[in-house]
C-alpha cells in the first residue's frame, strides 16, 4: 500500500524513516513464516532431490520468503462490491506464491546442478533477494500501522514522502520485485524470470491502478502533486 503520513504523536519523521514502525509478529505468524517455506520450498528438495540442499539457493529464497511472511500486515476482509482494493490482493497473492516456488522447483529437479554454489550467480541474485527484501520490511517499517495488505486510506492522513517513498511511491512492491528476480537469479531460473515479468509485476501494476485511483479520490491534490514528482517502482523510468 502506498503510504500515509501517520501524523501527529506517532513519532517524529527520522524515527518514521526508520525502523521504530515495524510490527512486531505473533507468534502464529512466525510459525506460519517458519512452516511455509518449509513445506513449500525445502521439504519437496528433501523428499525428492536432498543432494540440492547443500546449496545456498533454497535456503535464501527460504529465509526471503520467512521475512517476507512474519513482517506482512494481516489480510483484513474486503468491503464487498464497493471494495477499492478490486480483489487486486488475489493476484498478489498467487503471483507471489509462484515467483516464490517456482525457482526453487525449477533448481531443485533439473537434471543438471546450477548454478554453481560459488558463482556470480548466486552472489548477484542473494544480493538481489536481500536488498529487495529489505527494501520492502524498511517500506512497511516507515508506514507502521497504516501499511495495510487490502487498499485502504484512513482520514486526515497526508501523503508520505520520505525514506523510501521519496523518489517511488510504492517501494514495497519493487522491493518485492527486486527479491524475486533475485530468486530468479540464485536458481538460475528462467521460469522464475517469466513468471516474475508476466504474473508478478501485472498483479502489481493492477493494485497500483485500484490503489491510486483511491488516493487521488481520498487525498485529493496532495497525492497528484506527489504522483507528478515520482515514478510508481522505478525512479525515473516506470
Known amino acids: 500500500m502506498t503510504g500515509v503520513d501517520p501524523g501527529p504523536g506517532q513519532g517524529t519523521p527520522?524515527?518514521?524513516?526508520?525502523?521504530a514502525g515495524l510490527r512486531r509478529p505473533s507468534g502464529a505468524q512466525w510459525a506460519g513464516?517458519?512452516?511455509?517455506?518449509a513445506?513449500?520450498?525445502?521439504l519437496p528438495l528433501a523428499v525428492a532431490n536432498p543432494g540440492r540442499l547443500a546449496h545456498p539457493a533454497p535456503w535464501v529464497c527460504a529465509v526471503a520468503a520467512l521475512v517476507i511472511y512474519v513482517t506482512q500486515p494481516p489480510l483484513g476482509k474486503g468491503a464487498g462490491p464497493s471494495d477499492p482494493d478490486g480483489r487486486s490482493i488475489l493476484g498478489i497473492i498467487v503471483g507471489g506464491l509462484l515467483v516464490s516456488i517456482a525457482p526453487v522447483m525449477d533448481f531443485g529437479f533439473r537434471a543438471e546442478l546450477r548454478p554453481p554454489a560459488l558463482s556470480g550467480w548466486t552472489l548477484g541474485g542473494t544480493l538481489l533477494v536481500a536488498g529487495g527484501t529489505w527494501l520492502r520490511v524498511w517500506s512497511i517499517a516507515v508506514l507502521g500501522r497504516f501499511f495495510t495488505a487490502r487498499v485502504a486510506v484512513q482520514e486526515s492522513q497526508p501523503v508520505v514522502d520520505y525514506g523510501p517513498y521519496r523518489h517511488i511511491r510504492h517501494p514495497s512492491y519493487t522491493g518485492a520485485l527486486i527479491a524475486a528476480f533475485g530468486a530468479a537469479t540464485v536458481c538460475q531460473s528462467m521460469l522464475g524470470a517469466v513468471l516474475t515479468a508476466g504474473v508478478m509485476l501485472p498483479a502489481y501494476l493492477y493494485r497500483i491502478a485500484?490503489?491510486?485511483?483511491h488516493?487521488?479520490?481520498?487525498?485529493?491534490a496532495p497525492y497528484r502533486s506527489y504522483q507528478a514528482r515520482t515514478r510508481r517502482l522505478?525512479?525515473?523510468v516506470l
Open 39 to 42: 513445506a513449500t520450498l525445502l
Open 33 to 37: 513464516g517458519l512452516l511455509v517455506p
Open 210 to 213: 485500484r490503489e491510486e485511483a
Open 14 to 19: 527520522r524515527e518514521r524513516a526508520g525502523w
Open 215 to 220: 488516493l487521488v479520490a481520498r487525498l485529493g
Open 234 to 236: 522505478v525512479p525515473g
